[in-house]
């Protein structure tokens, strides 16, 4: 909804396919927001990775402080350096949130800049844009960037910027994957929801794991507890205990025809 509210998406809807980041976030912080701070979304932003300690820390003090409906969220806040997908006010400290699904970031050095150590001011990579657009609506004061992604994105952006200089001093940066975003939503403490707040609970984790957010977590405890033994197995249908059908078409294969697969 909030894509369409704000022109993401065309009145045709043609452009669908080029703008699957903005539904997920209009989707996912959208809904959220009905939601107060402390029950959601403050404990998913607490699981942040930053590269120094005492950074998560002063992250995690602010996210603590933050309670009810207090928090401002701007989406596509427009900007010179660019619309990063959401602009969150925490009390007077400003935090942006820049969303990545099927895609990487969008604007990225050269080589060359990249050897030669091109500096925050002057880097084009589009989270040094953003640590721009941040360090300069808080006024030089310590703001936060957080980079969502899946897993594998977060983890080789995380690795190329890490040996860079190319975040604005004041601007502390931030990496969390969907797949720690939606083990939180499954760890929430349901018992302090009421019925239409798990509800909407339900339906975010329904929503990542239908975009294929759920990690794997290990075999079931039935498979586990399954003996094993070094004697031979010998399969036979008595032995099967599942609910699964097999059916099997017989059919002579004859020489010199040709045959055809239909699933």
């Keep these: 909804m909030l894509a369409d509210i704000h022109n993401k998406l ?9 703008r699957l980041e903005d539904l997920l976030t209009g989707n996912f912080f959208g809904t959220i927001r009905y939601l107060p701070f402390e029950a959601a979304l403050g404990h998913i932003l607490k ?6 300690d005492d950074e998560h820390v002063q992250w995690s003090n602010l ?16 900007h010179h350096e660019g619309e990063i997908d959401l602009q969150l006010q925490l009390g007077g400290t400003f935090a942006g949130i820049e969303v990545k699904y099927l895609s990487g970031l969008s604007s990225e050095d050269d080589g060359d800049a990249v050897d030669l150590q091109i500096d925050y001011k002057e880097s084009r990579n589009q ?18 960037l957080i980079f969502l992604a899946p897993f594998v994105t977060m ?21 969390l994957s969907w797949e720690d975003v939606l083990e939180t939503l499954n760890e929430l403490p349901f018992g302090d929801l009421d019925l239409g707040r798990k509800q909407i609970v ?3 984790q329904e929503l990542l794991r239908k975009k294929g957010f759920e990690r794997f977590t290990g075999f079931s405890q039935r498979l586990l507890a399954q003996e094993v033994s070094d004697e031979h197995y010998q399969f036979s249908p008595e032995s099967l205990n599942n609910t ?20």
């Design 127 to 144: 989270l040094a844009r953003y640590a721009r657009m941040l360090a300069e609506i808080s006024e030089g004061k310590t703001a936060y």
């Design 47 to 52: 699981k942040a990775i930053f590269e120094q």
């Design 155 to 175: 983890k080789s952006v995380q690795e190329a910027i890490r040996s860079r200089s190319i975040i604005e001093p004041c601007v502390h940066l931030g990496f």
């Design 244 to 263: 699964v059908s097999w059916s099997w078409n017989t059919q002579t294969i004859k020489e010199e025809e040709h045959y055809v697969f239909n699933a």
């Design 10 to 18: 065309s009145t045709t809807g043609s452009n669908l396919s080029n």
């Design 63 to 78: 996210i603590e402080k933050e309670r009810g409906f207090d928090a401002v969220f701007e989406f596509w806040p427009k």
């Design 202 to 204: 339900q339906d975010l």
